[in-house]
């Protein structure tokens, strides 16, 4: 059994702080339902906040100031047009009939995030529901960073999941979206199977990986049913790591199975909600005609299309990140997929090779299955989640490996880490720019703005700032104290030394 001395509240701290900040700019900085499918997000889950966890199909009652003329419409795919075109609703906070195409969800997310709306009416309701959201996703972030801190040996596996944390997730993770609190705690699950099943831990690490493990199951299955599948996936990889004696450890721990059973009982209530009658796919009148060989072969040529469409796709998917970001994280995709199956060693390897194929195949097996009823529907931002797993599975591959930490390689990291936080300010910016001002001038942006969001151009620019230097500078000064533990888990004073000499042989 393994004990740290005290909780590292010091990294939960930092990763959520640095998250939630830059979060809750997108938040404020995005317009009112310029957000894939956030007005039927929004009104679930006010509804569910009221107590209306099943609507009448599509019907819920939700309060009328949800109901804002031309909010994420009048603006959308117009270039000339700004969000000063958003009306005000003229509704209070009674309750009337709203119409919500989120209604087959599960009602687990919506519930926690439409708490606001029990205490605040109006626009701040609907930023308090997107800020409650952002700290579900940061928290789990935070939980997970935490968790992989106590995997035996943990350098890469630290390192690798910073890559996912893309313009994309931080977007819908401001937002009123399921998809970015699917991503964070699916990594979350995966984490804390973990360290319940290789650290067997004791003492708050226990309690924190068990607490972990059940608020991360009902999150990741609390919105869209594809959280099913990535349970599924998150425990295979885990069972697929298992060495015989994490086997007989975990048959003489009555805790765990403890925990194991309470996971399967939300799984058992989240598919019952699943399949409950009424509850599957509502197909069109017509089926969609085609070839599904056609489609299948498209959605592999589109791959690529798809990888964008995770780095960044905001508004309503009519404002693309920056083409040097996108190409920036198009990179780091391949890195995250490709170094872990060449460098890495061990059952990891295999593992995060599993997790790739899933990647590549449930796009086209889902595609295929739905063209008939419901036409085409996939979207880059619903496979989040593994790619989150793959960067956990290639970092522990390399890990495996023995791949030290040399003064080379933590000079490439702080690089590439500096790269990613330019990226994340540049779509952040240039998103903004886009809403602020028609004629894409940075002097207007910070000025002049035509349209200004909560806080203002200049004090949410300036946050975003403050956070994401705030982040490299603790990525920066880390570095040299990950390849100093690896030096004494290791017991290679070895490795420290070629550390500071900037030489080393792999192991």
Known sequence: MSSAARFPGRLFASVFAVL???????????????????????????????????????????????????????????????????????????????????QTNSPVYYVIVGLPTL????????????????????????????LLRRLPGARWTLLVPLATVTPEVVFLGGAINPNAVEMA?????????????????????????????????????????????????????????????????LSRRTSTWVVLAALAVIGAAQLFWFTRPGNGVQGQAHPTPGSLV???????????VYWRQLTGQFGTVDVPAPEGVQTLWTAMFLAIIVLPLVLGRGRERWVAAGFTAVLLIVPIATQVAL????????QGRYMLAVLLLIAIAG???????????????????????????????????????????????????LLDPQWQPPGGTILLTLLTIAALAFGVIAVWRALPRLAVRQGAIQGGAAVGTAFDSGSHRNS
């Not at 894939?36 to 679930?44: G, L």
Request: aromatic content about 10%.
């Open 185 to 249: 705690a699916a990594g979350a699950l995966f984490a804390s199977l973990l360290v319940l099943a290789r650290v067997r831990p004791s003492g708050w690490s226990f309690g924190f990986a068990a607490a972990t493990a059940v608020a991360s199951t009902a999150l990741v299955t609390g919105g869209r049913s594809l959280g099913l599948l990535w349970v599924v996936v998150a425990g295979a990889g885990v069972l697929a790591l298992l060495r015989r004696d994490d086997w007989r450890a």
């Open 371 to 378: 063209w008939r009823q419901v036409g085409d529907v996939w």
């Open 395 to 445: 970092g522990l591959a390399l890990d495996a490996a023995g791949r030290p930490l040399t003064r080379a390689s933590v000079d490439v990291v702080r690089t590439l880490v500096v790269l990613l936080a330019i990226g994340l300010f540049s779509a952040f910016a240039f998103t903004l720019r886009r809403y602020a001002v028609t004629d894409n001038s940075w002097v207007r942006f």
């Open 294 to 304: 056609t489609v299948a072969q498209n959605m592999v040529e589109n791959t690529f």
């Open 119 to 146: 205490v605040l009416s109006g626009l701040p309701a609907f930023f308090g529901m997107r800020l409650l959201s952002a700290a579900l996703v940061a928290a789990f972030f935070a939980a997970t960073a935490v």
């Open 20 to 102: 939630f900040v830059i979060m809750g700019a997108w938040s404020l900085a995005t317009p009112v339902y310029a957000v894939p499918d956030e007005a039927s997000h929004t009104v679930r889950a006010a509804a569910a906040a009221h107590g209306q966890i099943v609507g009448d199909g599509r019907h819920f009652q939700a309060p009328g100031y949800l109901y804002i003329p031309g909010a994420g419409s009048c603006f959308a795919g117009r270039p000339d047009k700004t969000p000063a075109c958003v009306g005000t609703s003229p509704y209070g906070s009674e309750l009337r009939d709203t119409i919500s195409t989120a």
